[in-house]
């Protein structure tokens, strides 16, 4: 999942519906929110991964640009390693085009062809 630097679901994977995409777009907001009030109360810098372990699944959240983030979840079983590479590829790919421009350009297009 792709979330903007407010929140805003960008982009999913096939299977999430749009109900949940929001509530995990929300989440991963507030995640990042207690992320960046930690670093911030400790001068530990700006948060590049958030990492949630549960007893069935994973949550990992990287940072792409401009505030914007990526978020996977995954198996308990998953390979940490191998998703923070898939990660930082997909972040290095589509970092340069997260720009707020960009962000407001895709949202006024899906606004426009709801409206039509």
């Known amino acids: 999942m792709l979330v903007s630097s407010d929140g805003v679901c960008m ?20 995640l990042q929110g207690v992320a960046e009030a930690v670093g911030g109360l400790f001068d530990l810098g700006d948060t590049e991964q958030v990492l949630i372990l549960m007893a069935r699944g994973r949550l990992v959240i990287r940072a792409i640009s401009d505030g914007s983030r990526l978020a996977v979840i995954t198996t308990a079983r998953a390979d940490l390693k191998v998703v923070a590479f898939q990660m930082a590829r997909v972040a290095d790919g589509v ?11 895709l949202l006024s297009s899906a606004t426009d062809s709801a409206n039509t």
């Open 11 to 30: 982009a999913t994977s096939r299977g999430l519906d749009n109900e949940r995409a929001g509530d995990l777009a929300a989440i991963v907001s507030g």
């Open 95 to 105: 970092g340069h085009a997260l720009t707020p421009a960009v962000r407001r350009e």
